[in-house]
């Protein structure tokens, strides 16, 4: 388990997954979309080359979130996904969990949150994938600080990727990193993962701005039954076996 797009690259070599973690919001946006039958294509800009990419891709954009109106309903917050009307299509910029998705080669990419943690967990295991010889890389996305690339960690992927490490260890994954292993027993031992993820900096942000529904739908607990999975630049639902 590593941190944000450098952490990707680091324990990323060598993976056969890489599972990015960005509860607020990104991952959690993917799980909402794609459970309602739309392929999320990941762009790291939400700026002009977005709106190129988007048209190239035949998708939807979503916009920011204080953009968001009847003729583009959809941003990065998971209600707005929710409330809006269904397509088939969507491009989803991020400058975190996006970025990191999209920047990955030579590995399967899976988008994981709390509301899809133990499916993904179940579909990672039943591809034998968590061993020493075929490893699962978490990324957790974190934030930045203003004006720097510079990963800050995030309360809320600490417990994502936590929540997924404990379940892929129940299930029968080995040799877990120490930083995995610390992150499944944070998730482990937290009585009330939704009050701490309300009342952490970065919930507390999201409802001083008015999207306290992004957060409770983010911590609603094993909530999807889906697997967010890339394939041909887009991430599409698969069943866990």
Known sequence: MEWGRAGAGAVGVGAVCVVVVDVLSFTTSVSVAVGA????????????????????????????????????PWSLSPAAIRRGPFTERLVLPSPNGSAIAAGVSGATVVAACLRNYRAVAEWLISRNWGTPTRPIAII????????????RPAVEDWLGAGALAAA????????????ALSAATTFTSSTDVPALIATCASGRELAAIGFADDVALATELDADP?????VDGAFTARQPS
């Open 37 to 72: 039958g739309t392929a999320v294509f990941p762009y790291r800009w939400r700026d002009e080359s977005a709106r190129e990419f988007a048209d190239r891709h035949d998708a939807a954009l979503a916009v920011g979130r204080r953009q968001v109106g009847a003729a583009q």
């Open 140 to 151: 957790a996305a974190g934030e930045h600080w203003p004006g720097s690339e510079v990963a």
């Open 168 to 179: 892929l260890l129940d299930r029968g994954a080995t040799d877990p990193s120490p930083e």
């Open 226 to 230: 889906i697997v967010a999975v890339l």
